[in-house]
């Protein structure tokens, strides 16, 4: 027994030695309160609008610190007891639906600091978000149709990417985006397409699971090193900006 924690919702739940996504979701979930209390307090170094976009960073990583705590516990229950996790969809989903739209506002506070920015790309952003998520929730909780609900969260991704990359926010940041800004903006820029692969990857090993396999596991582990990336990681490289840049 690596670990005996109460909580007020459950019978302690035992955390199991060889419970390798139990133990990834309690390490994380360390990791993501860490950061945010880092986060929070580099916003006295930064400078003007970039303690904005800190606090952000840190707002991510603490709202998945709490659904962690959560996943860690419905996953290590069920495998304490029968020696094969739950996957926390309904936990993943709902942390999903808060943090991503916040790193939507992340790019946003960002050109909209420099520029006058129609409220037009922060709608289409969310747009493309709530399509991916809604279609990445009903494939991961419904039987049957998982390819058909993969297309629809696809097709929201696909838009994101297309506003980021070739749409109104892209042609803002390249015509009035000071260095400071357009550094911020790409390596967002490549965290929503590279770092955010992931999920759809862990999606795939998931959907190509029997429910109960090994593969459930993957699909979690999958998806925990994808939060590490792309909200502790991203925090990082946000706060290293920020500390860096002086002259705005
Ligand atoms: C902090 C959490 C983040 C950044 C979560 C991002 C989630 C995604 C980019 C999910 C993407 C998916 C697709 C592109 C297709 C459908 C399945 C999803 C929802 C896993």
């Not at 996953?75 to 939507?104: C, H, N």
């Not at 999606?203 to 429910?211: C, E, L, Q």
Request: proline share 2%.
């Amino acid at each position: 027994m690596l670990l005996n924690l109460t909580s007020p919702l459950a019978d302690a739940v035992m955390l199991k030695p060889d419970d390798a996504v139990g133990i990834s979701f309690f390490a994380i979930m360390m990791a993501m309160i860490a950061a945010s209390v880092f986060f929070f307090l580099e916003t006295q170094r930064a400078k003007g609008k970039w303690k904005t976009s800190l606090i952000v960073a840190g707002l991510v990583t603490m709202v998945a610190a709490w659904h962690y705590s959560y996943m860690r516990e419905m996953w290590a229950g069920s495998y304490s007891k029968t020696g094969v996790g739950e996957s926390p969809v309904v936990f993943r989903y709902i942390d999903w639906l808060i943090t991503v739209p916040l790193q939507m506002i992340e790019f946003y506070l960002i050109l909209a600091a420099i520029t006058k920015v129609s409220s037009g790309i922060f709608w289409r952003l969310m747009i493309g978000t709530l399509v991916m998520l809604l279609g990445g929730y009903l494939g991961e909780s419904k039987e049957g149709a998982q390819w058909g609900y993969f297309a629809i969260g696809m097709a929201g991704w696909a838009f994101i990417l297309y506003e980021i990359f070739a749409g109104e926010a892209s042609k803002v940041c390249a015509t009035s985006a000071s260095a400071g800004v357009q550094k911020a903006y790409s390596t967002l820029r490549l965290i929503v397409s590279v770092g955010w692969a992931l999920y759809p990857l862990g999606y795939v090993v998931g959907a190509m699971a029997d429910p109960v396999g090994s593969q459930e596991a993957n699909l979690n582990l999958i998806y925990n090193i994808a939060d590490v990336v792309n909200k502790i990681a991203f925090g990082a490289i946000i706060w290293s900006i920020a500390t860096a840049d002086h002259d705005e």
